[in-house]
């Protein structure tokens, strides 16, 4: 028994805890670029260029930029791609030094005033999660503890 207390006072349960927490949580984003949802399982928009496309995987970049950092306290997740953000929250992108954008589409090339990139959610907003990850953490946090 007092191997146990020392290992609580430690702080080892916690951190474990925060790894497998994190890894699940890892999890639940690439299955939301598998099933192309949102936390919340919302579907996202189709690709407007790519009738039939999934979104946000052309490259597969930014599905696989995804990362999760802990310690005992906190689950991060990261992405250090420059369009993350703009995806996850969506954006309407205008010219700065220019008349007009210039964008790569199948078959060439087209030019706009403005982009507006459609909110296909990867994370959770902040606060309470959505019930299908926390269903899922949940289930982790019981076979951990």
């Known amino acids: 028994m007092l191997r146990?207390?020392?290992?609580?006072?430690?702080?080892a349960p916690v951190a474990a805890l925060a790894?497998?927490?994190?890894?699940?949580?890892?999890a639940l984003v690439k299955h939301g670029f598998?099933?192309?949802?949102?936390?919340?399982?919302?579907?996202?928009k189709p690709p407007?260029?790519?009738?039939?496309?999934r979104p946000l995987l052309d490259t597969a970049r930014l599905r696989n930029a995804w990362t999760v950092?802990?310690?005992p306290d906190m689950v991060e997740l990261e992405n250090p791609t420059k369009y993350a953000a703009a995806q996850n929250y969506g954006?309407?992108?205008?010219?700065?030094?220019a008349k007009r954008l210039a964008y790569r589409v199948?078959?060439?090339?087209?030019?706009?005033?403005?982009?507006?990139?459609p909110r296909r959610q990867m994370v959770p907003d902040?606060?309470?999660?959505?019930?299908?990850?926390r269903e899922r953490l949940e289930l982790v946090a019981d076979k951990v503890i």
């Open 91 to 97: 954006a309407t992108i205008v010219p700065v030094r």
């Open 34 to 44: 598998d099933v192309g949802a949102s936390p919340t399982g919302e579907p996202w």
């Open 106 to 117: 199948p078959g060439g090339w087209r030019t706009s005033n403005r982009v507006v990139l």
């Open 69 to 71: 950092r802990t310690n």
């Open 126 to 133: 902040e606060g309470e999660l959505p019930a299908p990850w």
């Open 4 to 11: 146990e207390f020392r290992a609580l006072a430690s702080g």
């Open 19 to 26: 790894v497998a927490l994190g890894a699940e949580s890892l």
């Open 48 to 53: 407007f260029f790519r009738p039939g496309g």
